[in-house]
């Protein structure tokens, strides 16, 4: 008895929007579970990196810019002033239990629906075109659609990612809004990301602080998803022969295999390489919060750079001031996570739309 093989593009039978748009949320909904530990602990490292230039995070302990070694290389600094992803863990969990794992998971289920939403539908579709219509080689399509579907999720839920980066950066018990519990916290973080001092500005200007960060998010992920795409389809291809645009009929096992190990491989590799960029896109995204002063570099240090002097700048200015190895803060947890969000999300929603038509 042959196992029940999947139907999928290419074999002549059209998903409908509704179908893509379920099977997104499916995805988005179990990857937002799973992988929200490896998040906070991510951000808490990025964040406590930028803290230490300044002493402004509550969880953040005073240490120097860099750890001076001795004739034997042997660190003096406290093994806290440069936290590892494990010791990170083990301080969000005594101090805030281990729900602090999860916290900001409401906000991520909040900002997944529209951004899976928007995101994996739009790439299907704009595959599909260029590939079948457009004309346009199987190598290259992949990144132009997941480069200008990623673009579109961005900008439509830049809102909900701001604030959820500010309340996973901050623990729990913190004062302020964004040291409250539960959803109140994500709330809060949203109205305060809203709200303009002494109401100067109007409407524009709570639009462009409630887009903050939104050119280092469009930065680190936009080429994220040029290249994951690029990968991803580069592995199908070789796992099951399929090609951009069109696949082979392959049985459910096949097809979760397949999308499950496509998913780690270039997940995994892209997210190490784009850290830089999510590290300055954390640190944009809370400076604001902690301190009037540049949050990628200590004014106190260098006091001719101030805000909005792009990412770019934001990049050297970090890599000068604190060392190459300050922009790959957090790369383990950043690409553990990833790894099986990558693999969550292209399996739950290659399988959902291979078994549901709504």
Same mark, same amino acid.
């Given at each position: 008895?042959?196992?029940?093989?999947?139907?999928?593009?290419?074999? %002549?039978?059209?998903?409908?929007?509704?179908?893509?748009?379920? *099977?997104?949320?499916?995805?988005?909904?179990?990857? *937002?579970?799973?992988?929200?530990?490896?998040?906070?602990? &991510?951000?808490?490292?990025?964040?406590?990196?930028?803290?230490?230039?300044?002493?402004?995070?509550?969880?953040?302990?005073?240490?120097?810019?860099?750890?001076?070694?001795?004739?034997?290389?042997?660190?003096?600094?406290?093994?806290?002033?440069?936290?590892?992803?494990?010791?990170?863990?083990?301080?969000?969990?005594?101090?805030?239990?281990?729900?602090?794992?999860?916290?900001?998971?409401?906000g991520a289920l909040v900002a997944a629906f529209p951004t899976?939403?928007?995101?994996?539908?739009?790439?299907?579709?704009?595959?599909?075109?260029?590939?079948?219509?457009?004309?346009?080689?199987?190598?290259?399509?992949?990144?132009?659609?997941? $480069?200008?579907?990623?673009?579109?999720?961005?900008?439509?839920? $830049?809102? !909900?990612? !701001?604030?959820?980066?500010?309340?996973?950066?901050?623990?729990?018990?913190?004062?302020?809004?964004?040291?409250?519990?539960?959803?109140?916290?994500?709330?809060?973080?949203?109205?305060?990301? $809203?709200?303009? &001092?002494?109401? &100067?500005? %109007?409407?524009?200007?709570?639009?462009?602080?409630?887009?903050?960060?939104?050119?280092?998010?469009?930065?680190?992920?936009?080429?994220?998803?040029?290249?994951?795409?690029?990968?991803?389809?580069?592995?199908?291809?070789?796992?099951?022969?399929?090609?951009?645009?069109?696949?082979?009929?392959?049985?459910?096992?096949?097809?979760?295999?397949?999308?499950?190990?496509?998913?780690?491989?270039? %997940?995994?590799?892209?997210?190490? !390489?784009?850290?830089? !960029?999510?590290?300055?896109?954390?640190?944009?995204?809370?400076?604001?919060?902690?301190?009037?002063?540049?949050?990628?570099?200590?004014? $106190?240090?260098?006091? &001719?750079?101030?805000?909005?002097?792009?990412?770019?700048?934001?990049?050297?200015?970090?890599?000068?001031?604190?060392?190459?190895?300050?922009?790959?803060?957090?790369?383990?947890?950043?690409?553990?996570?990833?790894?099986?969000?990558?693999a969550i999300v292209l399996m739950?929603?290659?399988?959902?739309?291979?078994?549901?038509?709504?």
């Amino acid at each position: 008895m042959h196992a029940a093989r999947a139907p999928a593009r290419g074999d %002549g039978r059209e998903h409908t929007l509704q179908t893509r748009l379920y *099977a997104a949320s499916v995805a988005a909904s179990v990857a *937002a579970v799973v992988v929200n530990p490896l998040d906070v602990i &991510k951000t808490r490292i990025q964040a406590h990196g930028a803290a230490r230039r300044i002493g402004a995070l509550s969880h953040a302990i005073p240490c120097p810019a860099s750890c001076p070694t001795n004739g034997n290389a042997v660190l003096m600094c406290s093994p806290s002033c440069e936290p590892s992803a494990w010791r990170m863990a083990r301080e969000v969990v005594h101090k805030e239990g281990a729900r602090g794992l999860w916290r900001g998971t409401g906000g991520a289920l909040v900002a997944a629906f529209p951004t899976v939403g928007i995101y994996l539908p739009c790439y299907d579709y704009a595959l599909e075109r260029l590939v079948a219509r457009g004309g346009v080689d199987e190598t290259f399509a992949p990144a132009l659609a997941g $480069a200008g579907s990623r673009a579109l999720a961005v900008f439509a839920v $830049a809102p !909900l990612e !701001l604030a959820r980066t500010r309340v996973m950066a901050t623990k729990r018990g913190a004062p302020g809004v964004y040291g409250q519990s539960g959803g109140r916290a994500f709330v809060g973080a949203l109205r305060e990301s $809203a709200s303009t &001092k002494g109401g &100067k500005g %109007g409407i524009g200007a709570s639009v462009r602080q409630m887009w903050t960060g939104v050119g280092p998010t469009l930065a680190r992920d936009v080429p994220y998803s040029a290249m994951y795409w690029v990968g991803v389809e580069q592995c199908r291809s070789a796992l099951g022969g399929d090609h951009a645009g069109a696949r082979k009929p392959h049985s459910m096992q096949e097809l979760a295999m397949i999308n499950f190990v496509s998913g780690v491989v270039s %997940g995994a590799v892209v997210a190490t !390489l784009t850290t830089p !960029l999510d590290v300055v896109k954390t640190r944009v995204q809370i400076r604001d919060v902690y301190a009037a002063r540049d949050f990628a570099s200590s004014t $106190a240090i260098t006091p &001719k750079v101030g805000y909005g002097h792009g990412v770019w700048n934001e990049l050297t200015t970090v890599a000068r001031n604190e060392g190459i190895g300050a922009l790959f803060a957090g790369w383990g947890p950043r690409a553990a996570r990833a790894a099986p969000t990558g693999a969550i999300v292209l399996m739950a929603y290659e399988l959902v739309k291979a078994t549901v038509d709504v």
